[in-house]
């Protein structure tokens, strides 16, 4: 007998935005930019220690996470 779900499962990240201070753990890995400026991206584990940037405290924002189509 074949079995469906009956709610789709969720493959993808929350549409809410995730962020992280400098000095807290990673809460995900992926591409984090200082304050939301994407050309300072940078690749964080989850778990690591955010880090300053340019010398200063920073608030990181997740960014997308890049089609592999």
């Known amino acids: 007998?074949?079995?469906t779900l009956k709610s789709p499962v969720p493959l993808c990240r929350s549409s809410?935005?995730?962020t992280a201070g400098t000095g807290t753990h990673c809460p995900a890995?992926?591409?984090w930019s200082p304050d939301g400026n994407l050309r300072h991206s940078q690749v964080f584990f989850e778990g690591s220690v955010m880090p300053t940037?340019?010398?200063a405290p920073v608030?990181?924002?997740l960014g997308p996470v890049?089609?592999?189509h």
């Open 1 to 3: 007998m074949i079995q």
């Open 16 to 18: 809410r935005t995730m």
């Open 29 to 31: 890995s992926g591409p």
């Open 53 to 55: 940037f340019d010398g």
């Open 59 to 61: 608030e990181w924002v």
């Open 66 to 68: 890049p089609d592999r």
